[in-house]
């Protein structure tokens, strides 16, 4: 195991004093109520239930289509980037029209449990290829508390342990932080050259890339 974590322990004490702040409470869904509707009114409802199914049927047919063009593609674009980065390319279709892939540069957010996976993986590289965000949000707070908090952050102890410890019972008092590691340019521009292998290691890490869309002209 590459234990690259232990070689930053300035990143790591920092990372540690985030990640023991408050997360973000999840908001809490309101309950809708059940109308009692009207025969004309539920019939109006079920034509927009039935419009809405075709539709979702057609969108589902739409997506698997989508998909099989992208895997079809995916390899030419890979020998593609190897002379130039692109993120999208043109393909003609049986009338001559022109269907576009576009490959978003965006990923899902990434927990930050999959961190040490992609240590593990990727190694010495992982520094170049993610970066931890760190999302700060003050709670709420009269001014006299701001003041207060102002006056602990005044540089005194901070360097020793007991000092660090109260810095970061303090920190979490006042603030909620939400971490979020993002994969930097130079990962998306090697990603789509990465073997096979290598590609669903990351996948299986959390790595998911926003699906490619497709646009039609």
């Known amino acids: 195991m590459n234990n690259l974590a232990e070689k930053l322990p300035e990143k790591k004490a920092l990372k540690d004093v985030m990640r023991s702040a408050n997360k973000p409470a999840p908001a809490v869904k309101s309950k809708i109520p059940l109308l009692d509707a009207s025969d004309e009114m539920r019939e109006k409802a079920q034509k927009v239930l039935s419009l809405k199914r075709q539709i979702d049927s057609l969108d589902t047919q739409l997506q698997e289509a989508s998909k099989d063009l992208t895997d079809i593609v995916f390899p030419i ?11 999208s390319v043109k393909i003609p279709t049986t009338d001559n029209s022109v269907v576009v892939i576009v490959w978003s540069a965006n990923y899902l957010k990434l927990k930050t449990e999959s961190e040490e996976m992609l240590i593990e993986v990727l190694g010495d590289k992982y520094q170049e290829y993610f970066k931890s965000k760190f999302l700060i949000s003050a709670t709420d707070k009269s001014d006299a508390e701001l003041y207060q908090l102002f006056g602990w952050l005044a540089p005194d102890d901070g360097e020793t342990e007991e000092g660090l410890a109260i810095g970061q019972e303090r920190f979490a008092k006042f603030f909620t932080v939400e971490e ?13 050259l990465m073997n096979e292998d290598l590609r669903e290691q990351l996948e299986n890490a959390g790595v998911k890339q926003y699906k490619a869309s497709i646009k039609t002209r």
């Open 77 to 87: 674009r890979q020998e593609l980037c190897k002379k130039d980065f692109l993120n």
């Open 180 to 192: 979020v590691i993002k994969p930097t340019e130079r990962f998306v521009r090697d990603h789509v």
